[in-house]
């Protein structure tokens, strides 16, 4: 069984930074595409950013040039560091692996999510 955990979340003044990590753990033959989404209330879940195997990086509008994400191959474990918070960052940020486990398909597995509240 595979699963992805993230950490890492936290309050923060705006103007202050955080570091998100997310590891996928269990049977993993192989991983894909590695990211994060957030879900803010009342709103759908939206592209923070994702990175490729080969590093290849694509980030949400609303994101680009304050945060910044980073993968460990050998780990499985892709990070998110936010700088330069702002208020409507706040919301719940999804990890999102694109994974092959042994014996198994790809497919995309979710974390459970951890919660960024920016506000002063």
């Known amino acids: 069984q595979v699963q992805l955990v993230e950490s890492g979340g936290g309050l923060v003044q705006p103007g202050e930074s955080l570091r998100l990590s997310c590891a996928a753990s269990?049977?993993?033959?192989?991983?894909?595409?590695m990211g994060w989404h957030r879900q803010a209330p009342g709103k759908q879940r939206e592209l923070v950013a994702t990175?490729?195997?080969?590093?290849?990086?694509n980030y949400g509008d609303s994101v680009k040039g304050r945060f910044t994400i980073s993968r460990d191959n050998d780990k499985n474990t892709v990070f998110l560091q936010m700088n330069s918070l702002k208020p409507e960052d706040t919301a719940i940020y999804y990890c999102?692996?694109?994974?092959?486990?042994?014996?198994?398909?790809?497919?995309?597995?979710w974390g459970q999510g951890t919660q960024v509240t920016v506000s002063s």
């Open positions: 269990g049977r993993i033959f192989s991983a894909g595409d």
């Open positions: 990175i490729s195997k080969g590093m290849r990086i």
């Open positions: 999102k692996g694109n994974l092959v486990a042994r014996g198994g398909n790809w497919r995309d597995y």
